[in-house]
């Protein structure tokens, strides 16, 4: 408890102790050359807090999910489930409040189910921003908690054929992938293809035995039976640029197949989790997903205004298969595809039209509009989401005033308004077993009812207004305040039924309005010859924040506990994250370079209607390394990674221990082809820690992380220069 | 100086929250042991202790067949020699018995019929507190 104190006060500490240090060192700095992006200079001008991943970052981190990569940066987190699928959380928000967007459209999954994971090739990356916080007027609904945008890649103005071979292994669970490209620029034309696989074997677990539910489950060899999986991607993409004209085009198909641990889905049953003499088979129960995306980007340059269309469509195709079961005997096996329990088929087509007019070198606006469609098609012997059609669309205006050359202005206002289509489901199985146990006709009705037809309208204005203040080159005050919103999901408004994953009965709510919420956020960002510092605290005020309630009120569904009823609530979140980084050397004797890097998040969540912390609270986490380039090119990393205990959980969440771990890389680059080629070396958990990560779907039955393990990358490029 | 008054209040009014408690109860089982036998026709003697930091509420208690290592393809089916393949919940609501205070015992037998299939069951026991966190077991035992 008195870590949770003092970790915010810590924070906050550092964030005053900094500005005092700022009065006093500022003016005497030196003149520091300041090397940026394109993709950093426009988002230095946004004031809100974010930031830029570049490729490198990516390169280091290989083998690692792209959710895992991106735990590295303060104030995101990583909802693993085993580890070869996860999604991302950006402060202590997940699932459908934040937004993923790749090929400038929103992915879209079945982002709401805490064992899914993002479909999205780890290796097809070529630099991340990352908004933290409301952004649903650049965005819409959904991305409330913040946004992860896949930049595009950089087109070469001369003629070249470039490509890349990638290759890691993880010892974790002997996970082994790899990943070619090949590309070409000639003369108006770009074009890239990318082929990727990976393949992972049972997760290794520093534990032999799992006490769960008065069992004791033997994990043999330390492997977690049937967590094996695989992944294949293909992505190609097409550019075309003449002059003001540019056009981009790109498709992507993501396959993912992973086995769940049998002793996760209900109660365990010893004789299912007899190691079966293989790591590498995936058997029932698991899921599969296929995740088709197309889109198009159109650019138009007129003069002083720029006009892009993007259109894009997606097919998101998930199964989870598991050997046929039923509690009702009048319920027969299908004869067709018997073992596939669901089966979720999500159509996606989505479309943005933007209008920017530079108006001077000061001022530009941007208007839009921007509008999704979605169907959603449920098979399977058992019932989890109800089929639905769901259709959004948004106008917005933006508006970006450099009113002196120290003081930005931003903001806009965008409204949106969706519409949703549940379709009813209706068991008639379990009907006929609530009156066979002489439960009262309507009751039984009641319960029989998965989902009810259900339409509504919701309409949201979202905004913000922000404010960046350039002091002088070292330091940048940014302030923003927005509202946002969110549009709930098909299961908060009409599922009812067991949730197969948490093993609860979870009953939706029709009546449930749109989230909605207030967040400032400040970023203080100071940048001289020897410090850079980046501190970000912010604050969030939701009034109708959706969450599961327990209602104390048992369950007549065989295999259940108490009924989960989705209510909505007044919520609070407020932390900071802070990146400090110092240059201690330089070109020196001893080594090239060394730095020394901290980074720490905290939020605080709280449910004001249960007066409990939000579920999936990530705990603080401090994280310090040194990086030590010992001669041009070989680099040596340790880092020290201190995770908090949480204990500030919502009911019914596990609390979790602190940890602290030591890991270490080493990195050697080398020219390769005019390119950069990496070796990299990561070795985890060093001293050997039994801990677990509180936000993982494994936690809740007592399995913890990974033991000390290594994984090792490498990355090949070419780039041949042509006529 | 107004900024550092700004954020001490900030922290002030977060930390002075009031929290729920969000400890879950505890359930203890005396008898049935793990993988336990019963007869048809007699009673399976439940003997159970509650027990939570803040004040417990409710239970509930399920038996179900087990036959096929969980896999449920056959329960409620009548088996052959006419038996019935056992299933029966009671909660404290269906009892009258809501549970209070921080420690709770029962003992409580539930009569197996006569007819009751044989074979391996589940006796799953689920409890609530006031703030409603929650707990359950779920143990083996079979009919003979």
């Given amino acids: 408890m008195k870590q949770l104190f003092l970790t915010p006060i810590i924070t906050i500490s550092c964030f005053f102790s900094a500005f005092s240090q700022v009065d006093t060192a500022m003016f005497r700095l030196d003149e520091v050359e300041v090397v940026a992006t ?96 409301p952004a649903s007027l650049l965005y819409g609904g959904d991305a409330m908690g913040g946004v992860i945008e ?135 129960p698991y899921s599969q997903v296929g995740h088709l995306k197309g889109s198009t980007k159109q650019r138009f340059i007129i003069d002083n205004q720029t006009l892009n269309l993007t259109l894009g469509y997606q097919r998101n195709h998930r199964s989870e298969m598991a050997a046929f079961h039923t509690h009702y005997s ?35 606006q941007t208007i839009g509009i921007d509008a999704q469609w979605q169907h959603n098609t449920i098979g399977g012997y058992s019932f989890l989401l109800p089929q639905y059609d769901r259709t959004t669309a948004g106008l917005f205006w933006l508006v970006d005033w450099d009113v002196t050359s120290k003081v930005c202005l931003s903001g806009g206002l965008r409204y949106d308004h969706g519409f949703f289509d549940i379709q009813s489901h209706y068991d008639n199985y379990l009907f006929e077993y609530l009156t066979s146990k002489g439960i009262d006709l309507p009751t039984a009705e009641s319960y029989s009812w998965s989902s009810v037809d259900l339409r509504r309208n919701m309409g949201n204005i979202s905004g913000s207004v922000g404010l960046v203040y350039t002091h002088d080159k070292s330091n940048t005050i940014k302030v923003n305040i927005g509202r946002c919103f969110r549009l709930p999901t098909a299961n908060e408004l009409a599922s009812n039924g067991i949730h197969h994953g948490a093993f609860r009965h979870e009953q939706g709510n029709p009546q449930l309005g749109s989230e909605k919420g207030w967040q400032i956020d400040f970023s203080y960002q100071m940048s001289t010859k020897w410090v850079e510092l980046l501190v970000t605290p912010f604050g969030s005020y939701y009034t109708n924040y959706i969450y599961l309630s327990p209602s104390g009120e048992w369950s007549l569904l065989p295999h259940s506990s108490q009924i989960y009823r989705y209510e909505q609530t007044k919520a609070v979140f407020a932390g900071s994250e802070l990146q400090i980084m110092v240059h201690i050397l330089r070109n020196n004797t001893a080594c090239r370079r060394l730095d020394y890097n901290l980074s720490a998040d905290y939020v605080f969540t709280y449910n004001i209607n249960a007066l409990t912390a939000t ?64 070796l990299n070396f990561n070795y985890k958990n060093i001293t050997n820690r039994v801990y677990f990560n509180h936000l993982s779907y494994y936690r809740t039955i007592g399995i913890p992380e990974p033991a000390s393990n290594f994984q090792i990358s490498l990355t090949l490029p070419f780039n041949i220069k042509t006529k | 100086m107004k900024k550092i008054t700004l954020l001490a209040l900030i922290t002030l009014v977060l930390f002075s929250c009031k929290e729920a408690d969000t400890t879950a109860p505890k359930i203890v089982v005396a008898t049935p042991q ?94 609530t507190d006031l703030a409603g966190n929650e707990a359950y077991i779920a143990q083996d035992f079979s009919i003979e």
Avoid at chain 1, 77 to 100: C, E, H, L, W, Y
Avoid at chain 1, 159 to 180: D, H, R, Y
Avoid at chain 1, 242 to 267: A, I, L, M, R, T
């Fill in chain 1, 150 to 284: 896949m930049l595009q890649p950089t087109i070469p103005t001369t003629n070249q054929v470039f490509g890349e071979m990638a290759l890691f292994t993880k010892s974790a669970n002997w996970n082994i992938g790899a990943s070619f490209m090949i590309g070409q620029k000639i003369n108006h034309l770009w074009w890239r293809l990318r082929y990727s696989e990976n393949h992972y074997a049972d997760l290794s677990v520093p534990i032999d035995t799992i006490n769960y539910l008065t069992y004791k489950i033997p994990i043999d060899n330390h492997r977690l039976k049937n967590t094996a999986g695989m992944e294949r991607d293909i992505n190609a993409q097409l550019s075309y640029i003449n002059g003001s004209y540019k056009s981009d085009y790109s498709v992507s198909y993501v396959f993912q197949k992973s086995g769940f641990f049998p002793g996760s889905h209900g109660v365990p049953d010893l004789t299912r989790l007899q190691h079966d003499g293989t790591i590498w088979n995936i058997e029932l």
């Fill in chain 1, 615 to 678: 579920p999936f609270s990530p705990p603080a986490t401090i994280r310090q390394s040194i990086e030590w380039e010992i001669i041009d090119g070989l680099t040596l990393t340790p880092e020290l990674e201190l995770i908090a205990p949480q204990n500030r959980v919502a009911h019914n969440e596990l609390r979790t221990k602190g940890v602290t771990l030591l890991n270490l890389t080493a990195s050697y680059s080398f020219s390769c082809f005019d390119s950069k080629a990496t």
């Fill in chain 2, 34 to 127: 793990q993988n336990a036998a019963v007869k048809a026709g007699e009673e399976l003697c439940i003997q159970v202790t509650f027990t939570d930091d803040v004040a417990l509420n409710s239970y509930k208690i399920n038996i179900h067949p087990n036959f096929n290592g969980h896999a449920h393809n056959k329960i409620g089916q009548t088996s052959p020699g006419n038996t019935i393949d056992f299933e029966t919940t009671i909660t404290s609501e269906s009892r009258n018995d809501k549970l209070s205070g921080k420690e709770c015992f029962r003992d409580i037998d539930i009569d197996i019929s006569d007819n009751a299939t044989t074979g391996k069951y589940h006796l799953l026991i689920y409890c």
């Fill in chain 1, 330 to 364: 009048n319920q027969p096996a299908p004869t067709h595809d018997a073992d596939r329990e669901l089966d979720f088929l999500l159509h996606t087509t989505s479309g943005t039209f933007e209008w920017h007019i530079h108006h001077s070198d000061t001022l530009k």
């Fill in chain 1, 38 to 133: 394109k993709a950093q200079q426009q988002h230095n001008a946004k004031a809100q807090s974010s930031c830029i991943l570049e490729k490198d970052y990516f390169t280091a981190q290989r083998g690692n999910t792209l959710a895992q990569m991106l735990n590295q940066t303060p104030g995101l987190q990583s909802m693993d489930i085993g580890s070869g699928t996860s999604k991302p959380a950006i402060r202590g928000m997940g699932f459908n409040r934040i937004s993923v967007v790749s090929q400038g459209i929103k992915q879209e999954g079945q982002q709401w189910g805490a064992d899914h994971g993002l479909e999205i090739d780890a290796f097809d990356i070529d630099g991340i921003r990352i908004i933290k916080g």
